[in-house]
């Protein structure tokens, strides 16, 4: 009972894990922010053109898909600040589901949704909504006023270069990045 009294009242260190964790602001123009630019720009929910008036509750549901650029060597060095070759080339297409819903006879709402189905080790899930509405300036002249969010969420197995499975394992001792380098097994 003494003991467990000394111990309770005595300002002891305390003994815990290392770990890695936080949120660290990139610089607009490092590498591993213009890999994460690249690729949410291209589920950006963008329109072709101005929407069309088609008036309230007509539901236009859809499929769209497009190419994914395959990235030169050089632009998948995205890594701790440039120092690693990242495999971000796993899939060539991308496509989703889409409608338009009309809101009233000048509005619509849009939304687009990628489920997550396992592709090329990926899994994503992503989910996008914008309205818009379109006015004319002019004759033939008209304009749009939209606002778009999106909201995305993947999941991917680390591989390696020549896509064989790794295993990684990361030291718990505090290094900068730009030194730090995972150990493969």
Not at 15 to 37: C, H, V, Y
Not at 75 to 100: A, D, W, Y
Not at 105 to 113: F, G, H, I, K, N
Request: aromatic residues 8%.
């Amino acid at each position: 009972m003494v003991v467990m009294a000394v111990w309770l009242a005595a300002p002891g260190a305390t003994f815990a894990q290392n770990l890695i964790g936080g949120t660290e602001e990139l610089e607009f123009d490092r590498p591993e922010s213009w890999g994460m630019k690249f690729f949410a720009s291209l589920s950006l929910l963008t329109s072709m053109g101005v929407p069309e008036r088609k008036g309230a509750g007509t539901i236009d549901l859809g499929f769209e898909g497009g190419l994914v650029p395959s990235l030169s060597e050089e632009q998948r060095r995205i890594g701790f600040n440039g120092t690693k070759l990242e495999n971000v080339n796993r899939s060539r297409l991308f496509g989703r589901v889409r409608s338009h819903i009309g809101l009233s006879e000048s509005t619509r709402l849009e939304l687009a949704y990628l489920p997550p189905v396992d592709i090329g080790g990926i899994k994503p899930n992503l989910f996008a909504i914008g309205i818009g509405r379109p006015f004319s300036i002019a004759e033939h002249w008209q304009l749009v006023r939209a606002a778009i969010s999106s909201s995305a969420a993947s999941r991917a197995t680390l591989l390696a270069a020549k896509t064989k499975p790794q295993r990684v394992t990361i030291s718990n001792e505090p290094r900068s990045c730009a030194r730090h380098r995972p150990t493969v097994q």
